[in-house]
Nanobody
Framework: VQLQASGGGLVQAGGSLRLSCAAT????????MGWFRQAPGKEREFVAS????????YYADSVKGRIAISRDNAKNTVYLQMNSLNAEDTAVYYC????????????WGQGTQVTVSS
């Protein structure tokens, strides 16, 4: 499966962004999907994940209540709605696909930059 992330940009603190990740290739609905981020000088970290059907979602503690992951299997797309953004959310955001929740993420998108100005 090939993944293409989009939707990043520059936003003021307190603002919102919605990231999208479009998948092509093998059947999208057979993959659990995740979002990760990497800030300058830091390691890549988990943000959120969603199971194949969309009925189960999981979040890093740092984003709970502010960020929501969703998917549309008919459109082969996973989304990350980000609200109440702050400077600590500045990072390159990556989408990734795994065979199951908790599995190894084998396929990665190219990343989209999110910059939050204070």
């Amino acid at each position: 499966v090939q993944l293409q992330a989009s939707g990043g940009g520059l936003v003021q603190a307190g603002g919102s962004l919605r990231l999208s990740c479009a998948a092509t290739g093998q059947t999208f609905s057979t993959y659990a999907m995740g979002w990760f981020r990497q800030a300058p000088g830091k390691e890549r970290e988990f943000v959120a994940s969603i199971n194949r059907s969309g009925s189960g979602t999981y979040y890093a503690d740092s984003v709970k209540g502010r960020i929501a992951i969703s998917r549309d299997n008919a459109k082969n797309t996973v989304y990350l709605q980000m609200n109440s953004l702050n400077a600590e959310d500045t990072a390159v955001y990556y989408c990734a696909a795994a065979n199951r929740i908790g599995g190894t993420y084998r396929y990665w998108g190219q990343g989209t930059q999110v910059t939050v100005s204070s």
